[in-house]
């Protein structure tokens, strides 16, 4: 700023914390009911703010918002394997193809209804992807990325190269939701029940040692716990939650194809994670409501959003790899003045 | 007889695809998930080069190469150079470079850029004939292939054992601290491991693609073909990523002579998943990279 | 009470490549004994920890504990029957505070199966541990994110960590490296207090004077090899110890 260096006096930026925490992370000594509300604002906002957009949309909007609840929910449990369990998941589009593909028979072949399709598909689906998963759960890094990454793309020419579950035509014509209602709030009471369960579940004594395995999981093991059992249980819950967008989709679309093993489905959660902030969980649902619309509104040109939001990801992954999320939350608890020095 | 030729010219393909990651990831540790595009870009550009600039086809060759060489400085200097030692970030972001590739030449209408799309964009052979061998008709594309394969693999051994470059690079790769010690500038390793394995991966596919056409799908497939080799073959080493092609190669070539060609994929993934089972650390993985990997 | 060998190693050999990292090692513990294992850098005493905690498997050889074999079970079973590791470099959960790295053991089906289902109040115990190792409570030390405390700290919650576990026996790799003094000298009343309360512990140590005033008996390792094992004073006499210490050099002056 150059006026500051005309004035010749010095003055720098401090930052005070609020004074409600208490030492660790996420306790708070309250004293008064503005201190209660300034905690519970941006959550009410946020849950609030979902309910209420879908008056606010008109039909296409609404289908958007519908399509942005899935891949918040990929998102998250992207954010949830990577940041608290350390397993880079690259292949988040098997956990929806698996839950899509599972929903889609049972009612194609079996005419069940959708209200009995989704959770068998959901639980089913999960079990799929974990046992698909558990060869390489015992990998490591780079080493579970890649080979995550392999599985959705090796499916797909596994399904038309055997021509089964309808081939490239994909399975059509299943049962859809009774009105657009159902659509919105089914998607995104889920997305709201899960995020708050995940956070819940990351300070519960599962998710600390979790955190600890991806901290350092020689310790874990010479604690006596089996961390292989652990990571199957992480991986078996964030495949409940990828499963069950896959199940809805199928539903949502009335059909199910091999477009839902694309890299859609894996690329835009992690650009949503990283920009919401790897770690907070609610920046990766913020960050798929941002982009989801964003490239929706770009679907006329094409491949164009796809190098958008490849675009805004290595933006923020080199530039602001803290994310959204991390930096509003920090602006939100901290007074900020300029001070003479 | 067909079996032979025919897997020995799949696996130089696995090969020649998987080298170049190989070589970045055993030098700096950098998964290059941008190998695949680059392998893509570099068809297209030469095809680009021949067709719509009308540049001599050798000439367009070398240039494509230098420009993929090029490109893979410019990822490591204004992207990767940054998120070293963050794994996760480091395939993110690579990964999004590839895609912003891949995708990027299929865009449309922008700038009257057509995008290439469709199977109209093939490549000439070298030397267009074929050949009888042992009774097995092959053309000529292939066993230049084969030679060009040889060719690489020998050329990088000479190079990271009686070049100065080279063997600085093998030292950052043995022990990177040791290696900086010693005046290595383990930035300038990085940066040379990349457009090397950048302009490999170029070359595998001016040697490769002439056999069919290029498309942007093949990109995706490349960069499995050349993970999964890296897999079965233990990341960063050489013999086994050369070993990994062979067994990989053969596989496929039989499984297609016994069932079709539909089960390749099948077989690839039996093949992972099988190492992951049983040799963690890959054919030739050694104890210090299983205790990395598990 | 009766004298039982708790944990026994029988001609141990490990390779690594080329390198013959352990060969043919022997020893012998007994409940409540306190045992050092020294030797120079490369002797293999790490290996050592790591092959009887079964995060290395040995080539052949065999580890008993309370008379069954060991040998060959994944660390965390092993730990699970109590016997336990500190890590040289050293491995606290750094995103956790302190008291919450305890957690983890606290979770073990160890400590679920020795509670009864009934584990109360998990983070007031870990507290506990840590204020009985020395983590000052009034100054809220065992609140403090792990990655934010001093090294001295950390050693401790390494042995905490291991405390937690309620072990038989355990193996402090290298716990004195890199302590000051007056570290060092408070770290030492906690060793004694655990052999006091019938924990049976290995020490692997480069600083032996402090080492020699807890332990009555040593091992020297010198390239994988047992050199000698007995009372300090005796084995420090010995000149193949000190040749192993001093090196070869020695020869060279003297020649």
């Known amino acids: 700023m150059p006026n500051e260096q005309l004035t010749s006096r010095e003055r720098r930026r401090e930052r005070l914390d609020r004074g409600i925490k208490v030492r660790t992370e996420g306790l708070y000594a309250l004293s008064s009911w503005k201190e209660m509300f300034y905690l519970l604002a941006p959550r009410i906002v946020l849950i609030l703010g979902l309910l209420v957009a879908p008056f606010l949309l008109d039909m296409y909007w609404q289908r958007v918002l519908c399509a942005a609840g899935i891949y918040a929910l990929l998102a998250l449990s992207f954010d949830f394997l990577a940041a608290y369990v350390g397993l880079v998941c690259l292949g988040g589009s098997f956990f929806i193809g698996s839950g899509a593909y599972i929903s889609g028979l049972l009612n194609a072949k079996m005419g069940w209804a959708p209200f009995l399709t989704i959770p068998i598909a959901t639980v089913v689906g999960a079990i799929v992807s974990t046992l698909v998963l558990l060869p390489c759960l015992r990998l490591r890094g780079i080493y579970f990325a890649i080979t995550s990454f392999m599985f959705p793309l090796l499916t797909v020419n596994v399904i038309i190269a055997l021509n089964i579950f309808g081939g490239t035509e994909g399975i059509s014509a299943l ?55 652990y990571k199957i249980k992480a991986v078996f819950i964030a495949s409940l939650i990828g499963c069950f967008g896959g199940a809805y989709l199928s539903h949502l679309y009335g059909w199910v194809g091999i477009s839902q093993f694309s890299l859609d489905f894996s690329i835009l959660p992690i650009a949503a994670t990283v920009m919401g902030g790897m770690g907070t969980l609610v920046g990766p649902v913020i960050g798929a409501l941002i982009l989801t619309p964003l490239s929706e509104a770009l679907r006329g040109f094409g491949q164009l959003r796809v190098v958008l939001y490849c675009l805004i990801l290595i933006g923020f992954i080199v530039y602001k790899p803290e994310g959204l999320m991390n930096y509003l939350q920090r602006k939100y608890h901290q007074f900020e003045h300029w001070e003479d020095v | 007889m067909d079996i032979l030729i025919y897997g020995t010219v799949n696996s130089v393909i696995f090969a020649l695809v998987a080298v170049g990651f190989t070589l970045v990831y055993g030098v700096s540790r950098l998964p290059n998930f941008a190998h695949g595009a680059l392998y893509v870009l570099v068809g297209f550009l030469t095809w680009s080069l ?20 090029l490109l893979g400085a410019l990822i490591y200097r204004l992207i990767l150079i940054r998120l070293r030692g963050l794994p996760t970030s480091e395939i993110i972001a690579s990964f999004a470079v590839g895609l912003i590739i891949l995708e990027g030449l299929r865009l449309q209408g922008i700038g009257g850029f057509k995008g290439f799309i469709g199977p109209f964009y093939v490549l000439p052979a070298f030397i267009d004939s074929k050949l009888r061998i042992a009774g ?20 990088l051994w000479l190079f990271t054992h009686y070049t100065k470059t080279g063997l600085s690079l093998r030292a950052i790769a043995q022990d990177e601290q040791a290696a900086m010690m010693l005046g290595i500038d383990s930035d300038r390793a990085a940066v040379i491991s990349l457009s090397i394995g950048s302009a490999l991966a170029g070359l595998a596919a001016v040697i490769i693609l002439p056999l069919g056409n290029v498309t942007a799908e093949a990109g995706y497939r490349v960069l499995i073909n050349a993970l999964a080799v890296c897999i079965i073959g233990g990341l960063g080493s050489w013999a ?21 060609s539909v089960w390749e994929s099948v077989v690839l993934v039996g093949a992972i998943i099988l190492i992951l089972i049983f040799r963690p650390s890959g054919l030739l993985g050694k104890q210090k990279e299983l205790e990395e990997r598990v | 009470m009766a004298v039982e060998t708790l944990l026994q190693v029988k001609e141990i050999t490990k390779s690594f490549g080329g390198v013959q990292a352990i060969l043919r090692v022997n020893l012998e513990l007994e409940r409540g004994d306190i045992l050092g294992i020294i030797g120079p850098n490369g002797s293999g005493k790490t290996t050592m920890v790591n092959l009887i905690t079964g995060f290395v498997k040995p080539d052949s050889g065999e580890v008993l504990f309370k008379g069954k074999t060991i040998t060959g079970k994944p660390p965390h079973k092993i730990a699970d029957l109590g016997v336990t590791r500190t890590f040289q470099v050293m491995r606290p959960y750094y995103s956790l505070p302190a008291f919450k790295n305890l957690i983890v053991p606290l979770n073990s089906p160890r400590i679920r199966r020795t509670a009864g289902g009934k584990l109360g109040d998990k983070d007031g115990v870990a ?74 512990i290995i020490m692997i140590e480069h600083r032996l004077r402090e080492l020699f005033r807890l332990v009555n008996r040593i091992i020297v390792l010198n390239f994988g090899q047992k050199l000698a094992e007995g009372k300090p004073e005796e084995v420090m006499a010995k000149p193949e110890v000190k040749e192993a210490y001093l090196g070869t050099g020695a020869g060279y002056v003297g020649s």
């Open chain 1, 175 to 229: 049962a859809t939701y009774p009105n657009p209602w159902v659509d919105q709030y089914l998607i995104l009471s889920v997305v709201i029940v899960s995020l708050f369960t995940l956070r819940r579940l990351v300070n519960e004594d599962m998710g600390l040692i979790l955190r600890s395995i991806k901290d350092n999981d020689q310790a874990v093991k010479a604690s006596g716990i089996s961390i292989l059992s």
């Open chain 2, 50 to 69: 021949v067709n719509d600039f009308k540049v001599f086809y050798p000439l367009a060759i070398l240039i494509s190469l230098g420009i993929s060489a």
């Open chain 2, 136 to 155: 097995v008709l092959i053309d000529a594309q292939r066993l230049i292939l084969i030679g060009g394969g040889l060719c690489v693999v020998a050329a």
């Open chain 2, 240 to 260: 086994g990523a050369v070993l990994a092609s062979f067994v990989l190669g053969f596989a496929m070539i039989i499984s297609t002579a016994l069932f079709g």
């Open chain 3, 127 to 200: 507290i506990d541990i840590l204020e009985e190792i020395g983590f000052e409570r009034d100054a809220y030390v065992p609140y403090k994110i792990a990655s934010s405390l001093p090294l001295g700290y950390l050693k401790r919650l390494e042995l905490a960590r291991c405390l937690a576990l309620k072990p038989e026996v355990i193996i402090c790799d290298e716990i004195f490296s890199g302590l000051s003094m007056s570290e060092i000298s408070t770290m030492i009343p906690v060793i004694e207090r655990l052999q006091m309360d019938g924990i049976t």
